[in-house]
């Protein structure tokens, strides 16, 4: 466990306000996926709530691309179901209920081109097999951006926590891109040894 973990899904109905477009005002769901999503690509979301990015990454795979949208919480899921229903955005979603201790997405193994883990890390039970599970999917050139508030993590020396676990699971640090307020890491896979 890292220093300043939760081990407890926030409240179902926090996603509301997690979904809410006032969230935009200070974080805009367009901009801080646009580098690292394309039309056609395969992208993983765990923890996606009710969709906050889960829209945004869809729109930006296009209808050749595909969100793998995975959370633990079915209510969380139903919201996102709705709000992608409404947005004609369903058939680029495949909306999937995690366990708590695994993701379950061996199907994926290397056909991951970005995931996202936004405010969801702090929140895992075993965020050591979440590594192991993100490593496995991810495609070679694959990359997975984790995103933790700072009051979650007890400020950075949380989130290098976390890293090391990823690094013990065979991801590198790839870059440290900056969103105001928060603690981030652009994880990528290890290249195989020559
Ligand atoms: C703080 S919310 C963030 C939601 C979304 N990423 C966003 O930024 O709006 C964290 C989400 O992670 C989910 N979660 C917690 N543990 C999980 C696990 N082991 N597997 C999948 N999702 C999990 C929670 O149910 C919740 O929806």
């Given at each position: 466990?890292?220093?300043?973990?939760?081990t407890?899904?926030c409240?179902?109905?926090?996603?509301?306000?997690?979904?809410?477009?006032?969230?935009?005002?200070?974080?805009?769901p367009?901009?801080?996926?646009?580098?690292y999503?394309?039309?056609?690509?395969?992208?993983?979301?765990?923890?996606?709530?009710?969709?906050?990015?889960?829209?945004?990454?869809?729109?930006?795979?296009?209808?050749?691309?595909?969100?793998v949208?995975?959370?633990?919480?079915?209510?969380?899921?139903d919201?996102?179901?709705r709000?992608?229903?409404r947005?004609?955005l369903l058939d680029r979603i495949?909306?999937r209920?995690?366990?708590?201790?695994?993701?379950?997405?061996?199907?994926?193994?290397?056909?991951?081109?970005?995931?996202?883990?936004f405010?969801?890390v702090?929140?895992?039970a075993?965020p050591?097999?979440?590594?192991?599970?993100?490593?496995?999917?991810?495609r070679?050139e694959?990359?997975?951006?984790?995103?933790?508030?700072?009051?979650?993590?007890g400020?950075?020396a949380?989130?290098?926590?976390?890293?090391?676990?990823?690094?013990?699971?065979?991801?590198?640090?790839?870059?440290r891109?900056t969103?105001?307020?928060?603690?981030?890491?652009?994880?990528?896979k290890?290249?195989?040894?020559?």
């Open positions: 466990m890292t220093s300043g973990h939760q407890e899904p409240p179902w109905w926090l996603g509301y306000v997690l979904a809410s477009p006032l969230r935009k005002l200070f974080q805009d367009s901009s801080l996926v646009a580098p999503v394309e039309e056609g690509m395969v992208v993983l979301e765990p923890g996606c709530g009710m969709g906050f990015f889960t829209l945004e990454l869809a729109r930006r795979v296009g209808k050749t691309g595909k969100v949208a995975l959370d633990l919480q079915s209510k969380m899921l919201g996102l179901h709000r992608a229903g947005a004609g495949d909306i209920k995690t366990e708590e201790h695994r993701l379950g997405i061996a199907d994926l193994v290397e056909r991951v081109d970005f995931g996202v883990a405010y969801v702090h929140e895992l075993n050591a097999g979440f590594f192991g599970e993100i490593h496995d999917s991810l070679p694959g990359v997975l951006l984790v995103v933790e508030p700072r009051e979650h993590g400020g950075d949380g989130l290098e926590d976390s890293i090391d676990l990823a690094l013990q699971a065979g991801l590198v640090v790839v870059d891109p969103i105001k307020r928060n603690q981030v890491v652009l994880l990528g290890r290249p195989a040894a020559s």
